[in-house]
């Protein structure tokens, strides 16, 4: 049984399978994006906060997700694109998923379980709901859609801490 983000692999946005393990030690926000959502300001949010605190072991981790009202049409290649030339998106971005469902990525079933949401409810409810893990790859925190990233930066750097 899965017991962290470590365990998991997906998909990078250009196809290339990666084992999550590729960022152990880090401290990690992984949320579901989408580019035609009135979230999709977001990125701005996430890139910054990715270039604010990569040198300390931080990173973003984004998986496109089409499954709220189709707002992320594209192909991956559209998808990285769009991100990098509206947002400058330097962070990973990974190969769409689902997030509920049938279908759902394994990683986001574990986050889900690990983390309910409101009420109890282990479904996500709509893009750019947001999990940090820990630098040991477990859940800490989940944040939803509608918290702008930049109120995440002091959680950040509370759990940074002086690792570096």
Known sequence: MATTLYDFSARTIDGKPLS???YRGKLAL?????SKCGFTPQYEGLQKLFETFRERGFTVLGFPCNQ??????????????FCSLNYGV????????EVNGAGTHPLFAFLKASLPGILGSRD?????????????GVPIR??????????????????IGSLS
């Open 90 to 97: 330097t962070f990973p971005l990974f190969s769409k998923v």
């Open 124 to 136: 996500i409810k709509w893009n750019f709901t947001k999990f940090l893990v820990g630098r040991d």
């Open 20 to 22: 999550l393990e590729a």
């Open 142 to 159: 989940r944040f939803s859609p509608r918290t702008p990233p930049e109120r995440l930066a002091s959680v950040i750097e509370a759990s």
């Open 30 to 34: 992984v949320v579901n994006t989408a």
């Open 68 to 81: 709220f009202a189709e707002q992320e049409p594209g192909t991956e290649s559209e998808i990285a694109s």
